[in-house]
């Protein structure tokens, strides 16, 4: 170990160290360009004819003035950059907006082909609606165990944010399970998955959707940890809503397959 | 002047601010409130499901779809919180969903899926 760059600042720099040196370079570049940096305002570069703000310990007039803590986290505790906005929320919400084409063109498919299925098992023959009704239930009720984590961090209650992510992911794996069991058994009765073109979109239909609820127990878990690790706390518990939002999602989706699929005969 | 700046850019934090006035939290429903949209969602469920079970003619499937619709409301405006947050998610989740139902339409058009 070389002791040669002690009691120097830690951002000098010698020949030999980082960069190679060239030796046509001026001695003060890094003091130039770090003087340079240091002018330029937050949020980016000021537009034609912006009045320049200068801290003068006065009253604060612009979002840019405002500190860095402040500044960059909406109220929710994600990253707002300059709109107030959280960009995190922002980018969820649009992957929501795109989720929806997904599942818009698989459940146009299969309403499309839900009559075809000539000779085999058909929906009115197959449903077991009481069944898919407790299914339905028992994920309308993870919603509201979700959202309940989300009001209970919220409150900064880390005991109850994590009972209700538990119970959330619980009724998540219930349903799922469900699911596994009603294909199981439409299995056995015959309807495979290339049985006809009904069976084909039905399987695709809800086996997507029980593969996205799958991915949210997983994030549900994942989160369970993050919290008894305490790295969901003050500025990071907006996570807890985005994946909220999610499992929202995927419930809305659900209430939309279980009346076109599972009520409205074919 | 200052404050009007802030409020214009931060809405979200504006409306949290007039939420906390009220003894709410966060977003502007109570734990209870919840409960209660739960509980009127599950009721919703069981109304679909029986409307199944009993003959109520051409009412059967606006009857759904209506049902349906409304729950799917309420679940995004509550639950997700699209009623207490910022507009522009409204207007991104709505503008997404229609674009997604139009386009779906026309093509379900196409293949004369409503003339059946």
Redesign the interface.
């Known amino acids: 170990m070389s002791d040669a760059g002690a009691g120097r600042p830690a951002d000098e720099k010698t020949p030999g160290e980082g960069a190679p040196d060239l030796g046509n370079e001026p001695a003060d570049t890094t003091n130039t360009v770090t003087e340079t940096i240091d002018e330029i305002p937050m949020g980016g570069v000021p537009e034609p004819g912006a009045t320049p703000t200068v801290d003068t310990g006065e009253?604060?007039?612009?979002?840019t003035d405002m500190p860095e803590e402040t500044a960059d986290r909406?109220?929710?505790g994600g990253d707002?950059g300059?709109?107030?906005?959280s960009n995190n929320?922002?980018a969820m919400?649009?992957f929501?907006?795109?989720e929806?084409?997904l599942f818009?063109?698989l459940?146009?498919t299969y309403?499309?082909y839900r009559g075809r299925h000539s000779g085999s098992l058909g929906p009115d023959q197959i449903y077991d609606?009481?069944f898919t009704?407790v299914s339905?239930?028992v994920l309308?009720?993870s919603?509201?165990t979700?959202?309940?984590a989300v009001?209970s961090v919220?409150?900064g209650d880390i005991r109850n944010t994590k009972l209700w992510l538990c119970i959330t992911a619980l009724l998540g794996a219930t349903f799922v399970g469900g699911q596994v069991y009603e294909f199981t058994t439409f299995y056995r009765e015959g309807l495979g998955f290339t049985t006809s073109l009904f069976s084909s979109s039905f399987y695709t239909l809800t086996g997507f959707h029980g593969v996205h609820v799958t991915v949210g127990i997983i994030m549900l878990l994942a989160l369970v940890g993050m919290v008894s690790r305490d790295r969901v706390t003050g500025d990071r518990s907006e996570v807890v809503?985005l994946v909220?939002?999610y499992w929202?999602?995927v419930?809305?989706v659900w209430?939309?397959i279980?009346?076109?699929v599972y009520?409205?005969p074919a | 002047?200052?404050t009007s700046?802030?409020e214009h850019?931060?809405?979200?934090?504006g409306e949290?601010l007039a939420a906390d006035e009220f003894g709410e939290?966060?977003?502007g429903a109570t734990?209870k409130q919840?409960?209660i949209?739960?509980l009127i969602?599950?009721a919703i469920?069981a109304g679909?499901?029986s409307i199944?079970y009993i003959d109520v003619g051409p009412l059967f499937?606006p009857a759904?779809?209506i049902?349906?619709v409304a729950?799917?409301v309420t679940?995004?405006s509550?639950?997700?919180?699209l009623k207490f947050?910022?507009r522009?998610?409204t207007f991104?989740?709505y503008?997404?969903?229609s674009?997604?139902?139009f386009?779906?339409c026309v093509?379900?058009a196409t293949?004369q899926?409503f003339s059946r």
Not at chain 1, 59 to 63: I, N, S
Not at chain 1, 82 to 85: A, E, K, L, Q, S
Not at chain 2, 9 to 13: E, N, T, V, Y
Request: proline letters at 2%; charged letters at 10%; a negative charge.
């Open positions: 009253e604060r007039t612009h979002l909406d109220a929710h707002a300059t709109t107030g906005i929320k922002l919400w649009l929501l907006g795109s929806c084409l818009g063109g459940i146009s309403m499309l609606l009481p009704s339905s239930f309308l009720m919603s509201l979700m959202v309940l009001s919220a409150r809503e909220g939002l929202h999602f419930d809305i209430i939309v279980f009346t076109l009520l409205i | 002047m200052s700046v802030s850019q931060h809405p979200s934090r949290d939290h966060h977003h734990d919840y409960i949209i739960a969602l599950a469920t679909e499901v199944s499937l759904l779809l049902m349906m729950k799917f679940v995004v509550y639950f997700m919180h947050d910022n522009i998610f991104l989740f503008l997404g969903l674009l997604a139902v386009v779906y093509a379900l293949f899926f």
